[in-house]
């Protein structure tokens, strides 16, 4: 075999665009330099301007494609060159030239820009065209940000060209004093290599980058180049869904998708949880399916430890690369779909805007989306699993959902078993007795809650538009009456001030308001309010306003209106299929007597001091005496803190003893205490 040795020369820009066309194919990013960018580079001119000295802007890759195009206009041909790496670069490079020629130096138009009909530069992706009818000057109006920024970047160019005068000297010093270190390559998968090993561009390669570098290499080494072109086209296409994502993301205000925590490195770990334990199994590969997987993980030890492990049975490892390309191409798809739908369905809309939706739940509706099993039932489930077991506990637990679901969902496509298996793992961290427990108290605070008050409104009034997201994000969670208390007490069924702030937390105490409207009742109490809650376009809120200068407001309302919201909510974000006001279970009568002191002490939190326990104790029958059982025992429910004897810690087991009765706690609490007193 042949074997042309790569070519690397120091050239400046003059020398760089000479006799060649630039392509940057399709499965290279498209443009995301921002002004951050486009201010270093003009900075970087200006100072070399200002101390006449050369500046180098990086390697650009290059692969020779041996296609040539001939300007007839000119007569000239040009030798096309596929960009591997550098396109950020000589695409902003591009711009500026374009800047410059259109400020008074046409002479740069005929150079770098466009000879005839050739374009000296073509992007790929969603930049193609747009690039194009900005060089005609057409004023293009961008649609996506990357066109978006195209745009804007030359629009900074001209400014600031046009502020500092003087087109020749920064045309001379653009041209002659500016280099990059060209690398030409002539085999693709050499360039890819190169575009890994000679990578300048100020910061590391995406773990996306470096599983498409491993990849095309295992192709070359191992598969004579069979999936070369699989592994292009793939990677296109993920490149350009991530950005029609991120797109979709900002305009629909999906706030983790628009995020800087969602990189193109999380699609690489949403998927393996789709794929992996499939894949495991079918390749009796050596590695265990991780729930914790980090991106990082996926390539290192996921991918790399299989490819490493089938390379040598090209049969099973071309089978093997062309799956997860494949597979990952469709998840990604599935990614973009719902994410697409985010702009026309309410339900999706409401799942991912208004509620916003838990990155934990993402690897899982995805994968049922790839299935073909993402049905309303589904989208029920999956709204009640982020409200009850990420929102309103607030707790992160995945291990069951990722080992028994999300993971097996390729290998079992058992729509009703999945559904089983996700209502299993609801009820294991907020069954109904939980859910309505802490939905009872203080809950101010939680993300869930203003959802939960939007959803009650379409309750309240079927012709409420619950898919109004700029009403949505106009509206705050207000207090009926006031979080600072400016009352004299007993005021309103409260009895005292501990009374009052136990109360203005709960749910029967809110209501969703304009935040404009919000500012201007401050701490008044609820009859000075009225007036402004009629002015809601909210229409409980408005209602409520009438009520109160009809009926005044009070502690009983606020029980009344939060058990309303606690049955709705019971109904709404449903587990079993028919919820039903059950007798809740009963504890083992040994646990009787003390599990209503457990719930003294979780109620305020799981930690007392000692005289708040005893009078706990005191309110269940207990002496002083009798509470040392609580301390005694190989596994006591209660210890002291090592760090302050006078503070007494309820162990976690107990809490979950409370947690696990916490129904039939709450309705014979008070008979409990009656017959000990």
Request: aromatic share 14%; net charge positive; proline share 3%.
């Amino acid at each position: 075999m042949l074997l042309v040795k790569p070519s690397a020369q120091a050239k400046n820009v003059y020398e760089l665009f000479a006799g060649k066309v630039f392509r940057v194919p399709d499965y290279q990013r498209n443009y995301s330099w921002t002004r951050k960018n486009w201010e270093d580079f003009w900075n970087d001119i200006k100072e070399g301007m200002l101390t006449n000295t050369e500046h180098y802007w990086g390697t650009i890759t290059l692969r020779a494609t041996g296609k040539q195009l001939y300007c007839k206009e000119k007569d000239i041909p040009f030798n096309v060159y596929e960009v591997v790496d550098g396109q950020q670069r000589i695409t902003t490079i591009y711009l500026f030239l374009l800047a410059l020629s259109n400020l008074g130096k046409p002479a740069i138009r005929d150079n770098f820009i466009k000879c005839g009909n050739i374009y000296r530069l073509e992007l790929g992706g969603l930049n193609n065209q747009f690039l194009k009818d900005l060089v005609d000057g057409k004023n293009p109006q961008p649609e996506i940000k990357t066109n978006k920024l195209l745009k804007e970047a030359f629009e900074y160019f001209k400014n600031q060209i046009r502020s500092f005068g003087n087109l020749d000297e920064i045309s001379r010093y653009l041209q002659n004093v500016t280099f990059s270190l060209e690398f030409v390559v002539q085999d693709q998968t050499l360039a890819v290599k190169a575009f890994e090993s000679l990578n300048d561009r100020g910061k590391p390669l995406t773990l996306l980058d470096k599983t498409k570098s491993f990849l095309m290499f295992y192709s070359l080494r191992y598969l004579k180049n069979d999936l070369n072109h699989l592994i292009n086209s793939v990677f296109g296409n993920i490149f350009t869904n991530y950005d029609l994502i991120k797109e979709v993301g900002e305009k629909e205000g999906i706030d983790y998708v628009k995020s800087i925590r969602f990189s193109e490195d999380e699609l690489l770990r949403f998927f393996y949880h789709y794929f992996a334990y499939y894949a495991i199994n079918k390749y009796s590969l050596p590695i265990g399916y991780d729930y914790d997987a980090t991106a990082e993980d996926v390539f290192e030890i996921f991918l790399k430890e299989s490819c490493n492990f089938l390379k040598n049975d090209s049969e099973k490892l071309s089978s093997f690369i062309k799956e997860f390309l494949e597979n990952f191409d469709k998840f990604v798809s599935a990614f973009r779909n719902i994410i697409d739908k985010v702009r026309t369905e309410c339900k999706f809309k409401k799942l991912f805007s208004f509620l916003g939706l838990n990155t934990r739940i993402y690897p899982l509706i995805i994968s049922l989306e790839v299935e073909g099993l993402l049905d309303q039932r589904m989208l029920n489930i999956i709204e009640s699993l982020d409200l009850r077991v990420y929102k309103i506990r607030g707790t992160d637990p995945r291990a069951d959902l990722y080992r028994n679901t999300i993971s097996k969902i390729k290998i079992d496509r058992n729509s009703a078993q999945i559904y089983a298996s996700i209502k299993d793992f609801i009820d294991s961290f907020m069954p109904d007795t939980l859910f309505q427990h802490y939905l009872s108290g203080s809950i101010y605070g939680n993300p869930a809650v203003k959802y939960i008050l939007w959803e009650f409104e379409k309750q309240k009034d079927s012709s409420f538009d619950d898919c109004n997201y700029e009403l949505y994000k106009d509206l705050q969670i207000e207090h009926v009456f006031p979080e600072k208390a400016t009352l004299s007490f007993p005021a309103y069924g409260f009895q005292d001030e501990q009374e009052y702030v136990s109360n203005i937390h709960r749910l029967g105490n809110l209501c969703l308001l304009e935040e404009k409207i919000n500012k201007r009742i401050q701490n008044m109490v609820p009859k000075n309010k009225s007036k402004y809650y009629q002015q809601s376009k909210v229409p409980r809120t408005k209602r409520l306003g009438y009520y109160i200068d009809n009926q005044d407001f009070t502690k009983n309302k606020i029980n009344e209106i939060t058990n309303e919201i606690i049955a709705f909510c019971l109904k709404r974000w449903k587990v079993n299929e028919n919820v039903r006001n059950n007798y809740p279970i009963q504890p083992p009568s040994w646990m009787i007597p003390r599990i209503f002191v457990w719930y003294g002490i979780y109620s305020r939190g799981g930690v007392v001091n000692r005289k708040e326990f005893h009078e706990i104790g005191q309110r269940y029958g207990y002496n002083t005496h009798g509470l040392g059982g609580f301390f005694t025992g190989n596994n006591p429910s209660l210890r002291q803190l090592e760090t302050d004897e006078n503070m007494v810690k309820l162990q976690e087991w107990a809490a979950k003893e409370v947690e696990r009765y916490i129904g039939w706690i709450k309705l014979n609490e008070k008979k409990f205490r009656r017959t000990m007193t």
